[in-house]
């Protein structure tokens, strides 16, 4: 009788012991799971929230956009890629960035006589920018009444914000960041994850697809990509916000064309309207208002994508060896007709 006591003593206690082991394995994969995971998550939310800084007055050589065999260059200095046809499988990257469901808001501004190249901006970019992607455009106008009916895709939607007319283009110009800002604050930040601001005196002829998004997008101007810093159209006035040394730069950014994530568009937007202000109480407009301060910001805060000439062309301009494709230009037109003042 006492031995088999024993046993069963020793059965249960065996019985503890496995269970205490198996319970011990569990929690401990349970831990490294959680701990791998907090890693994984630490590290994209450091991806995510990483701004390319650079100081002030470092002195480097200024970067190509092509190279002395003639071939184009795929990625900056600072390691960020330079979107060129031949760089991007557009099957595969679409295909990944459609399973997550995102919206791209889009930002148009089309005030006095521009609103008449809305038809061809909307048409071209129904055919060509982000199909089969959930886009909303935002357009800004002083005539509601002559935004023209452009039948929209599927999952696609366009919302008109009347603004007030100017008599100046520069005040349009010098106004579209804190629009932007403002947007952002009241709506996007609730209702996009991508936010492109897109000038509307444009047309796109080939597509734009996902290899354009990232934390934030500039575009490099189809008429200086091959121009020594020096002779950039920067502000060149240390007065100025705006101001860039003669010995800095890497491209020249277009105006006509910023996107990327949400926040971080709204932080150049915000930034640059600041600056913009002021320039403005000091009575000081920069060379070439709201893109000489996007410039600046660029300058000091890297894109983390740069979109290559390819995405901002100009109509007048003849076809080039390096750009295979043109996916987004400025049209043709007499500024002196358009323009309500010259």
């Given at each position: 009788m006492k031995f088999q006591n024993i046993n069963t003593f020793l059965l249960v206690l065996a019985g503890i012991s496995v269970t205490g082991l198996i319970f011990l394995g569990y929690s401990s994969t349970s831990l490294r799971y959680k701990e791998k995971r907090f890693c994984l998550n630490l590290t994209k939310e450091h991806q995510e929230n990483s701004n390319l800084?650079?100081?002030?007055?470092l002195s480097y050589k200024q970067p190509s956009v092509v190279g002395p065999d003639g071939k184009v260059v795929?990625?900056?200095?600072w390691l960020s890629p330079i979107v060129w046809e031949g760089t991007f499988d557009p099957l595969l990257i679409d295909s990944i960035y459609r399973q997550q469901n995102i919206t791209i808001a889009t930002t148009v501004f089309a005030l006095g006589k521009y609103t008449q190249f809305l038809k061809d901006f909307l048409e071209s970019a129904e055919q060509n920018y982000f199909v089969g992607f959930r886009v909303h455009y935002y357009l800004f106008t002083d005539q509601p009444e002559q935004v023209p009916e452009v039948k929209l895709g599927e999952e696609r939607q366009l919302t008109?914000?009347?603004?007030?007319?100017?008599?100046r283009w520069q005040e349009i110009t010098l106004r579209r960041m804190e629009k932007l800002e403002k947007l952002i604050e009241s709506r996007l930040v609730n209702e996009a994850d991508y936010v492109f601001s897109l000038d509307?005196?444009?047309?796109?002829y080939g597509r734009w697809g996902a290899e354009s998004l990232g934390r934030l997008i500039g575009v490099i101007h189809p008429g200086y990509y091959q121009t020594a810093r020096e002779q950039f159209p920067y502000e060149r006035r240390p007065e100025s916000q705006a101001f860039i040394p003669y010995a800095e730069g890497d491209y020249y950014y277009g105006g006509a064309v910023i996107g990327g994530l949400v926040?971080?568009?709204y932080e150049a937007a915000k930034t640059c309207r600041e600056q913009l202000d002021i320039d403005a109480a000091k009575s000081i407009e920069a060379a070439w208002q709201e893109e000489s301060h996007l410039n600046k910001y660029f300058l000091y805060n890297k894109p983390s994508k740069v979109l290559s000439p390819e995405y901002l062309w100009q109509d007048f301009k003849p076809h080039t060896n390096?750009?295979?494709i043109i996916r987004f230009s400025q049209v043709i037109k007499n500024y002196a007709a358009v323009r309500p003042n010259p």
């Open positions: 800084q650079s100081p002030q007055g795929p990625v900056t200095p008109v914000l009347k603004v007030p007319s100017s008599n509307v005196d444009t047309k796109f926040k971080d568009v390096e750009v295979k």
